[in-house]
């Protein structure tokens, strides 16, 4: 099996689904262990993103993570029902007083885990890569 997918109701009560799905992957796909974290890290990251910001709490949107592996990469989307967000107000990460900021820390570490990071929808759909060595 080279796909996966969960779907999931905009509540923080539903976060252990997604621990339960993210094992799951993990041990499917059977990843090299040192994609376990970075993967691990991202998908919570998105997740919380989308039950916060993209679909407000609301319990009656969704959140739809889907993973799908083929010989040279896993890539990992995680969709929900908002509208998104202004892609040119991601803060700079290069700067040290972004660190000091509320928001933007669950961003930072998408795009430092994973190998490629593309958003869609106008962020309400986040593909994160991770390419696998296989030497």
């Known amino acids: 099996m080279n796909k996966l997918s969960l779907t999931i109701p905009s509540d923080m009560n539903s976060t252990h689904q997604v621990d339960n799905f993210i094992e799951f992957l993990l041990d499917r796909f059977e990843l090299p262990q040192s994609l376990n974290g970075r ?3 991202s998908i919570i990251e998105a997740v919380h993103n989308s039950i916060l910001y993209g679909n407000k709490r609301d319990p009656k949107k969704k959140i739809t993570i889907t993973a799908i592996k083929n010989p040279i990469k ?7 029902e908002g509208e998104g967000f202004d892609l040119s107000k991601i803060p700079d990460f290069s700067r040290p007083e972004t660190f000091m900021q509320c928001t933007g820390r ?4 998408m795009i430092t885990l994973a190998d490629k990071l593309l958003f869609a929808k106008r962020g309400a759909k986040v593909i994160m890569t991770f390419f696998l060595n296989l030497n």
Do not use: F
């Not at 896993?74 to 929900?80: C, K, L, Y």
């Not at 669950?106 to 570490?109: D, S």
């Open 74 to 80: 896993v890539s990992i989307t995680v969709e929900d």
């Open 39 to 41: 993967i691990t890290l």
């Open 106 to 109: 669950g961003l930072y570490l």
